[in-house]
């Protein structure tokens, strides 16, 4: 590990040592998404105050090409008079301003920036010394870090240290008064331009669902929904957008999110994908055991508590109340499983025992061992769902007229088995919520639903099922959208899931009324842009 680590911070430090010692270049890419630029400190007013005239390493998020047009991210608005028709429209060209890296991946630079001058770790005595590095932050952690900064202190041509520097930020301190008014905004712009019509309109952007501090500390979240609203009628320099505004929401949800109410579905089908990845690549890293108990001595309990379903009430009784008590002990909070179902046959009920406790092929074989030879001897009647797809359900429904087909369970076999057993229990689970929210149909979900295809494209199109019940599931739980807005997104990710490939970072567009969500934004300070008809403000 300690290695790794080393080997990382070396190449780091070629990477600078390359850019530095480059004339014709001044920026550069690191990693495909981190943006790395040569520069005079005194350009930055935050880092001027330490570094003032020395060269220096800015680093920060690398922005997508747009339209294959150099290294800057533009962004369109629409300018049109009040005389013009829309195809008329001039377009408006903003540049973007520079975008910050995480805290995390900021220190991690810096780790490796301060590692790299280590002479007892690198060999850095014989190469000239590296400019500072200075890192774009987020102000997502509690501090709200803007800048990390790392300066190495020398004595002659030896490095002997590094000093390291943060510069952090409590947000805007500007107040409403002290800012130009919108009428002396449109006299400024009718004196460099002066237009015959002009009008007026705003926008602006919210975050409503990401990243979030509980008791000083952040939980990083990849997941994001902000909404962007667009009005006419200004009326004010900050002003909150009026009800009358166009809203959409823009949602971005990565799975596996703790927060989530999926989250134990999640780990499911996490499970669910070793299991694929297993029979892919014939390799497998096992998750660790949610059960204490091994899998194969649950699989014998529970084969035995179904031959003793017989035994007198009291029995019974006593039983039902030691599996409840069990029950409450090891099951996560109602909030994190509302999705279970009580409607689980023996196959299903197998298989929640099986992926929580299983730990190697050996185990999942065992298990299997057992139950056929249980239905083989006539042992087991077990009841299943009529429309179960897996091979043991076929197995189990030849056992009801004592004819069952010899099974070997070597090699793939119970991989390829309880994959089975998962993807039937999970696709049922995801029907039962859609279907019984009214979200869509069953002729909506064939697609997801068939077993014609094999498992592999059964495994991707269950994550495509599950993503888009990510996506519902957050935008119902955690920002209220009723029923037809949740009904309408429902239907726009399984449209966009039948010919698009899984990607989580995908960004859904729903449109809603402002008023769904003006408790997230009608008390928060709002810096709008506003666009005139003809030239530009900047």
């Known amino acids: 590990m300690g ?35 040569k520069t005079k400190g005194d350009k930055i007013t935050a880092v001027n105050v330490f570094i003032a005239n020395q060269t220096i390493f800015v680093c920060e998020k690398a922005l997508p090409k747009i339209n294959g047009q150099g290294d800057e991210l533009n962004t369109e608005t629409s300018n049109c008079s009040a005389d013009d028709d829309e195809d008329s429209c001039d377009v408006l060209h903003t540049e973007q301003g520079p975008q910050p890296l995480t805290v995390m991946k900021a220190r991690e630079l810096l780790s490796l920036y301060t590692l790299s001058q ?23 952690d509690p501090a709200g870090t803007a800048w990390f900064g790392a300066e190495p202190v020398c004595a002659g041509n030896k ?10 930020c409590k947000g805007s301190a500007v107040e409403k008064k002290s800012l130009v008014t919108l009428e002396e905004l449109k006299q400024v712009h009718k004196n460099r331009h002066h237009p015959s019509s002009s009008g007026i309109k705003g926008s602006a952007r919210f975050s409503l669902f990401g990243s979030t501090i509980v008791e000083n500390t952040t939980i990083e979240s990849q997941s994001s929904v902000t909404v962007d609203f667009k009005w006419s009628h200004v009326e004010s320099i900050l002003e909150i957008p009026p009800l009358s505004s166009t ?26 994908q070793t299991l694929a990845d297993g029979l892919k690549t014939g390799e497998t890293e096992w998750m660790e055991p949610v059960e204490s108990p091994s899998a194969v001595n649950l699989t ?5 508590e179904l031959r003793n379903m017989a035994k007198t009430l009291q029995d019974q009784a006593a039983k039902t109340t030691e599996t409840q008590k069990l029950k409450q002990e090891t099951d996560p909070p109602i909030f994190n499983s509302f999705l279970e179902r009580g409607d689980l046959d023996f196959v299903e009920q197998l298989w929640v025992q099986m992926r929580k406790s299983v730990t190697s092929y050996q185990d999942i074989g065992d298990c299997l061992k057992l139950v056929v030879e249980a239905l083989r001897y006539g042992d087991l009647k077990p009841w299943i769902h009529r429309d179960s797809n897996s091979s043991l359900s076929k197995l189990i429904l030849q056992s009801y007229h004592q004819q069952i087909d010899h099974v070997s369970l070597t090699g793939i076999t119970p991989v390829t088995m309880l994959l089975e057993m998962g993807l039937d229990k999970m696709r049922k689970d995801y029907i039962n919520y859609l279907i019984g929210e009214e979200l869509t149909t069953l002729n909506h979900l064939c697609y997801y639903l068939s077993t014609e295809v094999d498992l592999q494209e059964q495994v991707i199109r269950l994550r495509k099922l599950h993503h888009l019940l990510e996506i519902i599931v957050t935008c119902g739980t955690f920002l209220g959208l009723p029923y037809d807005r949740l009904f309408v997104l429902t239907q726009s990710c399984l449209n966009h899931y039948k010919t698009s490939t899984y990607d989580e970072e995908h960004e859904f567009k729903l449109q809603i009324k402002p008023a769904l969500i003006s408790h997230f934004y009608q008390k928060k300070i709002l810096l709008s842009v506003y666009v005139f008809s003809s030239g530009n403000i900047l």
Request: with cysteine; aromatic share 10%; hydrophobic share 40%.
């Open 247 to 272: 809203a959409t929401l823009n949602i971005k949800v990565v799975c596996g999110d703790m927060r989530s109410p999926m989250f134990e579905m999640y780990r499911e089908l996490e499970f669910l």
């Open 159 to 168: 490095v002997t240290g590094v000093k390291l520097y943060s510069v952090t």
């Open 118 to 140: 280590n002479p007892a770790v690198s060999a850095v005595d014989s190469k000239p010394i590296l400019h500072p590095l200075w890192v774009r932050c987020d102000m997502c």
């Open 300 to 304: 014998k309990a529970y084969l035995e």
């Open 3 to 37: 290695s790794k680590v080393v080997s990382r911070a070396e190449e780091f430090s070629c990477f600078l040592r390359s850019l530095q010692d480059d004339q014709s270049s001044n920026s550069c890419t690191y990693e495909e998404d981190i943006h790395m630029i």
